[in-house]
Structures are given as C-alpha cells and as structure tokens.
C-alpha cells in the first residue's frame, strides 16, 4: 500500500503565499510521478499541477501558471506545492496524487488539505 499525507494548508489573504507537503511512504517502487489536484465546494476535482519523478518534467493548469511551483524531494518521498499571489479562487481542498506503473496506471489519493484565500 501507499500513504500520502498532506499538510501546510491553512487560511491566508489574498495575495498572500503558502507551501503544501506531501509525505510518500509504503509501496512506492515503480512510481512514476506525483501531482497536486483540487476541488472546490460543489464542483470536481480538477488538475492543479505534476511532476514527473524521474525527470523532473513539470506541467501546470492554465490558471496556477506563474503563480504556483510544484517539486519533489526524490531520496525523501516528499512533494511540494508552493503557491504564491494566492486568489480566492484558489480556495479549496488540495489533494495529493501518486501514480505508479506496474503493467496498468495505479493512482493512489491524500486525504487532502484545505486551503481557504480571504479576499
């Protein structure tokens, strides 16, 4: 199994600036890339950014590019999401997402932070 465990949400004005943590640990061979996905009071869950483990590659939805920097610490299992000119827009709970290969795509889900932006 994998465990991801989420922290470093909170409450912050607008414009303001916070960094999420996502701590990897348990079966975690064959990983291939982390990301960070959101969803907002009655509405999906929807891409926010990810990180190829390996490579290091980064890709980010259109309305965080800028703004929002995602990284990975490979020997600690650990990625971040640092998230400055925070709208409050941004508000939502904040999952962390893991994805390995073993023949088949295998995603694995935080329990998720939430991050509230005050206008």
């Known amino acids: 199994q994998v465990q991801l465990v989420e922290s470093g949400g909170g409450l912050v004005q607008a414009g303001g600036s916070l960094r999420l943590s996502c701590a990897a640990s348990?079966?975690?061979?064959?990983?291939?890339?982390m990301g960070w996905y959101r969803q907002a009071p009655g509405k999906e869950r929807e891409f926010v950014a990810t990180?190829?483990?390996?490579?290091?590659?980064?890709t980010y939805a259109d309305s965080v590019k800028g703004r929002f920097t995602i990284s990975r610490d490979n020997a600690r299992k650990m990625m971040y999401l640092q998230m400055n000119s925070l709208k409050p827009e941004d508000t939502a709970i904040y999952y962390c997402?893991?994805?390995?290969?073993?023949?088949?795509?295998?995603?694995?889900w935080g329990q998720g932070t939430q991050v509230t932006v005050s206008s």
């Open positions: 990180i190829n483990w390996s490579a290091g590659s980064t």
């Open positions: 997402n893991l994805v390995k290969s073993e023949g088949r795509r295998l995603d694995y």
């Open positions: 348990g079966r975690t061979f064959s990983l291939v890339g």
